[in-house]
Nanobody, 127 residues
Framework: QVHLVESGGGVVQAGDSLRLSCSIS????????VGWFRQAPGQEREFVAT????????TYAASVKGRFTISRDNDKKTVYLRTDSLKPEDTAVYYC????????????????????WGQGTQVTVSS
């Protein structure tokens, strides 16, 4: 049984930073590609960032590139999403997702590509 738990969300002001965490139990963590997605009220879930099995294998949505940083710690079985220079339009529930992949797998930017999902953590950015 694979279990994902997000944490680190909160209510912040525009320009502030947060570090979201996604802790994964079950399976072999080092074999997972992990993605972050977000969903604002009344909107569809959208891709934010993903990291492959290699720590340098990262891909970002255009809307967050340069402001958000995804990273992984295989010893702690945790993936992080550092969110800097937050904007009100970043307000959403943030979800992490995981899928077992081969080393050479391409970046997974579609939600339907992922097997396992967490319950989400709320990020609210006030202006």
């Amino acid at each position: 049984q694979v279990h994902l738990v997000e944490s680190g969300g909160g209510v912040v002001q525009a320009g502030d930073s947060l570090r979201l965490s996604c802790s994964i139990s079950g399976g072999t963590f080092s074999r997972y590609a992990v993605g972050w997605f977000r969903q604002a009220p009344g909107q569809e879930r959208e891709f934010v960032a993903t990291i492959g099995r290699s720590t340098g294998d990262t891909t970002y949505a255009a809307s967050v590139k340069g402001r958000f940083t995804i990273s992984r710690d295989n010893d702690k079985k945790t993936v992080y999403l550092r969110t800097d220079s937050l904007k009100p339009e970043d307000t959403a529930v943030y979800y992490c997702a995981a899928k077992g992949v081969i080393v050479t797998a391409p970046p997974l930017v579609q939600a339907e590509s992922y097997t396992y999902w967490g319950q989400g953590t709320q990020v609210t950015v006030s202006s």
